[in-house]
């Protein structure tokens, strides 16, 4: 059988089974309706799905992006058929309750069945992504009525859901959004402001949107502390469940992105006065959960949408990779250095070392981010279904550390897998003959994604790595050292020897950082900290691989330990460069002069 450009069935397999052994969840009650077969099933369904519905009009959506007619979407049609597949095979519902018609999937299996979506096809991959973790945040702080009126429907895929956060002049600082929530005397709020860069906030594609949007009631603290979050259908909804009134939710623009092309992206008003539910203008807004916890809310989704980011640009960067693999074992081109002949027939290009070092490393990426991504599924896992109370709470803690790695590291090193296959096809990986330029122009957003990689710098350095007496730290710290321990004595040992160094200086540079007693000088380094310290976890994260090929013998055992070797070798170094820096509390960049630029 002709291996996969999407995504390597083979490499999850290894993943999930020889090294996360996720079948051993299925003692779990939530799981103990599954088994292998039913993890294999559901991934070899999405494996046929992704490859026959989402992949084939994937440079189409790019070439013919979403446009505003009379004041609605248009998309080709293919997309709408492709989602149309993906939720009536019941994938929607894949990890939700069995009450909501889900399968209760584990997350990790999860992931992995989402990752062939997201390699396939990421804009039309997006409406499901958003929709599910919307749903998942209603189910978690929502009321029993906004359970019972929009995750069903949802879940089902009739209806789709967006987060609404961003607003023309606030972009990321949450704290300047100025969307207004006017209670009233029924229990509703009518909203009235503006939000942009909404993905999948305006389409044709099912019956009703369900948006989640922040914004301030009137009267409240002021800054973050002010926000509350709310329900904003796009139609209203009647009591037996039926699609009632237009709500006062108006697309006002499409935005055009370099990547992402099939995915809507747009700038709502709400509250403009072109619809007026019951007489009156101001779009209707159900407040979930408190009034002003609203980001607290919010951040449930936004955790969930950054790993899923993270994990969307290493699927990226894992089908460039395999994109260039496929073409330098066909493309022939030059001769071995060492040959002499000029009349010999040119070799395939991977056979020229620096096909293959540009090969590797972009494997290292690739398999090294899914794993990154796939750990952090696994803890969820243990977060929400362990039995022991203490284990749940340290899963908890351990996600929370990794999550701005698993979003940022993924988002910068999966792009330069995706820049390295464009290198590998030369000339032709810059044309559009060949699909790599696409890969990396939609998995360039993602740095921007759910947060900027600066953002997550700030969060790791400025509140995870200190949170709780710096006790999300040593709990990393604990987790990687459990490995180097297994590993001395293997033929790992100079591998662990040197991680563990790696380890004492990430923990002796963030007491150094912190030692100052100036945060404007710690924070100024915070994204040489968060490249140095997502390096270091992914070279844990391959340690941890090449233990689990145990002393099988494959192609595909070897490929892993000589991936973990380049990353050993290659790319384990490169936070010493970035330790010294810190360690040297450099002011270069915070006493920079704006004149001076």
């Not at 100052?516 to 844990?540: F, R």
Request: glycine share 10%.
């Amino acid at each position: 059988m002709r291996s996969s450009t999407v995504l390597s069935r083979r490499d999850l397999d290894f993943l999930l089974h020889e090294w996360l052994q996720v079948e051993t969840l299925i003692k779990r009650p939530r799981y103990a309706e599954h088994s292998r077969e039913t993890f294999d099933a559901v991934l070899d369904l999405a494996e046929e799905i992704a490859t026959e519905h989402f992949a084939p009009h994937n440079r189409t959506a790019d070439e013919n992006e979403p446009r505003m007619v009379d004041g609605k979407v248009v998309l080709i049609p293919e997309v709408a058929a492709a989602l149309k597949v993906f939720t009536e095979a019941g994938l929607m519902a894949g990890e939700f309750d069995e009450a909501y018609g889900g399968m209760q999937l584990p997350h990790t299996v999860g992931q992995a069945v989402f990752a062939w979506f997201k390699a396939a096809n990421v804009g039309t991959s997006s409406y499901p992504f958003l929709t599910m973790a919307n749903a998942r945040l209603l189910l978690t702080h929502g009321s029993e009525e906004q359970k019972r009126t929009y995750v069903g429907p949802m879940v089902e895929g009739r209806w789709f859901g967006t987060m609404a956060l961003s607003e023309p002049q606030a972009g990321s600082s949450l704290a300047d959004i100025t969307t207004r929530a006017e209670p009233q005397d029924d229990g509703t709020y009518r909203l009235t402001g503006n939000k942009m860069w909404i993905s999948a906030g305006d389409h044709e594609l099912t019956e009703n949107i369900v948006h989640l949007v922040l914004a301030k009631i009137p009267g409240g603290p002021a800054g973050v502390k002010g926000i509350s979050l709310f329900v904003v259908p796009k139609f209203l909804v009647d009591d037996d469940g039926s699609l009632g009134e237009r709500n006062d939710v108006v697309l006002a623009g499409l935005n055009h992105k370099m990547g992402y092309r099939g995915t809507t992206n747009t700038l709502l008003n709400f509250g403009e006065g072109v619809h007026t539910p019951g007489g009156r203008a101001g779009a209707v807004g159900y407040l979930v959960g408190e009034p002003h916890r609203g980001l607290t809310y919010m951040f449930h989704m936004m955790n969930e949408a950054r790993i899923g980011v993270g994990m969307g640009a290493t699927v990226l960067g894992y089908t460039g990779f395999l994109h260039a693999l496929e073409y330098a074992k066909t493309r022939t081109q030059g001769r071995p250095a060492a040959a002499k002949d000029p009349a010999a027939a040119p070799v395939r290009i991977i056979e020229h070392p620096d096909v293959r070092r540009m090969l590797l490393a972009a494997k290292s990426y690739a398999e090294g981010g899914l794993a990154l991504g796939l750990y952090c599924a696994r803890l969820v896992d243990e977060e929400q279904t362990a039995e022991d109370a203490a284990d749940r709470a340290r899963a908890h803690l351990l996600l929370d550390t990794l999550t701005p790695i698993a979003k940022a590291w993924p988002s910068q090193w999966g792009p330069v897998a995706d820049d390295l296959a464009i290198q590998v096809h030369g000339g032709y990986g810059y044309t559009r003959d060949y699909p790599v330029e696409q890969f990396y122009r939609d998995n360039r957003l993602n740095p921007i994604h759910e947060g900027t990689n600066g953002i997550q710098a700030l969060d790791l350095l400025g509140r995870k790595v200190v949170a709780q007496g710096g006790e999300g730290l040593r709990l990393l710290v604990e987790a990687i050292r459990a490995t180097t321990a297994r590993a001395a004595g293997t033929g790992w040992s100079d591998f662990a020897a040197d991680l563990d160094a790696a380890v004492e200086r990430l923990a002796a540079v963030t007491a150094t950082l912190w030692g100052t007693g100036d945060a404007e000088l710690a924070l100024a380094n915070a994204s040489a900290y968060l490249e140095a310290a997502g390096h270091l976890v992914v070279a844990w994260l391959w340690l941890e691989q090449a233990l689990a090929t145990g002393t099988a013998t494959s192609d595909f055992h070897e490929g892993k330990r000589v991936a973990a070797r380049y990353f050993h070798r290659w790319e384990l170094p490169k936070v010493h460069v970035q330790f010294d820096l810190l360690e040297s509390l450099d002011r270069t960049v915070l006493d920079t002069a704006e004149s001076w630029l």
